[in-house]
């Protein structure tokens, strides 16, 4: 700023308010800078400036950069103590999810010999209780993304091997033509009067005999699921890889040994119901009851139940139509219907599913790889115009699942060839009506059989699986798996840890401590510091009525100070001397109104009494003494600057045209009555004054409010 200015209005925080306010600090000049000021010296400097200042003296506590500093360590303060909480509960979230991991090893010492047996242990009884869970179904760690594989398993129980049963099952184009053949070879040369026993003992030896392959399958389902078990449980084991492949290798041994023991014992369920054919069975229908009509009442008592719902996607609809489509399916005992959506609102279409079969899709350009078709055998259209109906899913097993769905509505897969038919025909040839009832005979007796031994098949084989695999599995990772463990491997290689995983551990622990000390360091900032309150908002309604005045793209004007407070001081120009001279000719003194007048100035400040003994003695003394005008004038000279100094508050104008009218009226004045009082006595004008004439005084103190009359 200029000499002899200063800002006081505006650190005031009148010119232009602030919710903070102003801060004034003295920075160093270039001068300072290159005189190499110390730093310590500016700062003297600036307290010295701001103490001694008459604008700032009394604000000086608050100005200066000590105190901006202090000023910006709060707001700093104020800002990390609002953003803790935040933080706060953001690590402690971060800390309670690395407290599970860091618990296994948060005490972890290398140097403990037992750490490796102990680690171990714990692995081997983890793999353990994790690998009962996935079977068992139990545990608070249940899977929201995929079945588990026990889930996966009991699908194979009660889905998978089923479908498998019905399909070698229900084939009976070709079943009745082995009766047919088996009547007429037992027969041979003579003509038969009554149905052969034989006849019926030898189809269902070759019916149950086809029970071998559905049960192996199923076998090998199980082993596969079981092994995709092992390996998803030995994750956890990736700390140590030697580990985790030696467990894995025992554990699957143990699974390909059971397997063999699962399957022989298969084999023998078969080979015993080869053994013996139990016709005095309770359920088996003997030579009376007609087949058709024992389902067709079982099926009236089952009613219309809704069997399985699920998203399918149609394919066989015409290209000009928009190709394949995905719909929601409803299947129940009686019939298949898809709506547009799951809402079930807005029915598409319903088929009746009598006389139905299924069918898998192979081969043609626009196949799909998980699909079916549902026709008519008798070449009927299912589906307005179409023969057929073609759906797919997302996978093989959603596939599956619905085929298992299809059988329990009664529709079959159908396997019928037509190169057989031709076969069966040239073999039989035209069946006479005896022939016809005897084939009618056994094959109802070979399907009340064979609904017996399917049954039996169905609660045995998934019994024998979970007896002699799974549970053994489960019993020998409890039991044996750690001597199995320590008998094989040398313990020290075995526990050897990845590089990775010590990489993880250090890392892992490092941001743990770190976490930990960030929230004890956010506890002793709550309790070690205090916040200060955010000022009141100021008064910011000038600058809305100055944007409404200047425009809407203009800046807005500065506000005028408020009527209570001081006005803003008048800035001075400094003249040659060091005094506060005029910088262009005095104007004539204006007549101003009165305060109290309306449109007038601010009230004239009142001078003290030594200022009207000051302005009295300049009235008196400018009625003579012209010999002495240029002294007195040039002693007076300060008078002016004092005054227009005292009088700054007036009006700017009014310190511009003071100063230099009352230096001429003090010299005029001076001069004229110093001339009349001792002119005469002399006789001519004296520069040295009269003896006893009191000399001028060089700069007496003006007060500073002076009341100019």
């Not at 998934?462 to 039991?479: R, Y």
């Not at 800035?571 to 000719?585: A, V």
Request: charge should be neutral; include cysteine.
């Amino acid at each position: 700023m200029d000499e002899g200015t200063d800002a006081r209005d505006i650190l005031e925080n009148r010119t232009l308010p602030l919710r903070r306010g102003y801060i004034g600090v003295v920075n160093r000049s270039q001068k300072d800078i290159e005189g190499r000021k110390d730093i310590r010296a500016a700062l003297a400097g600036e307290r010295k400036f701001f103490l001694s200042h008459p604008a700032y003296r009394h604000m000086a506590d608050r100005m200066g950069t000590p105190f901006l500093q202090r000023v910006l360590n709060q707001q700093l303060t104020n800002h990390i103590k609002d953003t803790l909480p935040a933080l706060r509960n953001k690590l402690q979230s971060q800390l309670l999810a690395m407290e599970k991991d860091v618990e296994e090893f948060k005490n972890f010492r290398p140097d403990d010999p037992s750490r490796k047996t102990k680690a171990m242990m714990q692995m081997c009884t983890q793999f353990g209780g994790d690998f009962e869970k996935s079977i068992e179904g139990s545990g608070a760690e249940i899977s929201t993304l995929e079945l588990s594989g026990g889930a996966k398993i009991n699908r194979i129980f009660h889905e998978r091997f089923p479908f498998e049963l019905v399909k070698m099952e229900f084939d009976e184009r070709e079943l009745r033509r082995e009766i047919g053949i088996i009547i007429k070879n037992i027969h041979a040369i003579r003509t038969g009067l009554f149905t052969p026993d034989m006849a019926f003992e030898a189809v269902v030896k070759k019916q149950i005999e086809k029970l071998k392959g559905p049960s192996l399958k199923c076998v090998d389902m199980v082993i596969s699921e079981l092994t995709n078990v092992v390996h998803k449980c030995s994750e956890k084991m990736n700390r140590y890889p030697r580990l985790r492949e030696e467990v894995e290798r025992i554990v699957n041994t143990r699974i390909r040994e059971q397997e063999q023991r699962v399957k022989d014992q298969l084999l023998l369920l078969v080979d015993v119901q080869l053994s013996y054919m139990n016709t005095n069975h309770e359920d088996f229908i003997g030579f009376a009851k007609a087949q058709d009509k024992s389902e067709n009442t079982a099926k009236r008592k089952v009613g219309n139940q809704v069997i399985r719902k699920g998203w399918l996607t149609l394919h066989n609809i015409s290209f000009m139509k928009g190709g394949s489509k995905e719909f929601w399916f409803v299947l129940t005992t009686e019939s298949l219907s898809w709506f547009k959506d799951e809402e079930e609102k807005e029915k598409k279409f319903m088929i009746p599913l009598d006389g139905l079969k299924i069918r898998d899709m192979e081969g043609g350009l626009f196949s799909h790889k998980n699909m079916f078709a549902i026709f008519n055998p008798e070449s009927r259209n299912v589906y307005k115009d179409y023969k057929q109906l073609e759906l797919s899913g997302e996978s093989q097993d959603d596939i599956d699942s619905w085929k298992a769905s299809f059988l329990r509505a009664g529709v079959y897969p159908d396997r019928s060839q037509e190169e057989g038919n031709t076969t069966a025909k040239d073999d039989i040839g035209s069946m006479d009506p005896q022939l016809e009832r005897q084939v009618e005979t056994i094959r109802n007796l070979v399907d009340s059989y064979m609904k017996i031994v399917n049954k039996t098949q169905r609660d045995l084989v998934p019994k024998t699986i979970m007896f002699l695999c799974v549970n053994n599995v489960q019993e020998f990772i409890g039991a044996e798996l750690m001597a199995h463990l320590y008998s094989t491997v040398d313990q020290q290689s075995l526990m050897e840890e990845s590089q990775e995983e010590a990489q993880r551990r250090e890392e892992l622990l490092r941001m743990y401590h770190a976490t930990k000390e960030a929230l004890a360091i956010i506890g002793d900032i709550n309790v070690t510091t205090n916040s200060t309150p955010t000022p009141p908002p100021v008064d910011n309604d000038w600058l809305h009525i100055d944007q409404t005045t200047n425009g809407g793209g203009s800046r807005p004007s500065s506000p005028k100070p408020s009527r209570g407070g001081p006005p803003p001081p008048l800035p001075n120009r400094p003249g040659p001397g060091g005094s506060s001279m005029p910088s262009r000719p005095a104007p004539s003194i204006p007549n101003r109104p009165a305060p109290t007048a309306p449109g007038g100035g601010p009230p004239i400040p009142a001078f003290n009494q030594s200022g009207r003994a000051s302005i009295y003695l300049a009235q008196q003394a400018s009625k003579g003494a012209a010999p002495y005008a240029g002294e007195i004038a040039q002693s007076a000279a300060p008078y002016a600057a004092d005054i227009a100094r005292s009088a700054a508050p007036y009006a700017a104008d009014a310190a511009r045209s003071a100063a230099p009218l009352i230096a001429q009226g003090i010299a005029q004045g001076t001069k004229s009555y110093l001339s009349n009082q001792y002119g005469s006595q002399r006789g001519r004008p004296s520069s040295a004054g009269p003896p006893g004439v009191p000399k001028i005084p060089d700069r007496p103190s003006i007060p500073s409010r002076p009341n100019l009359l």
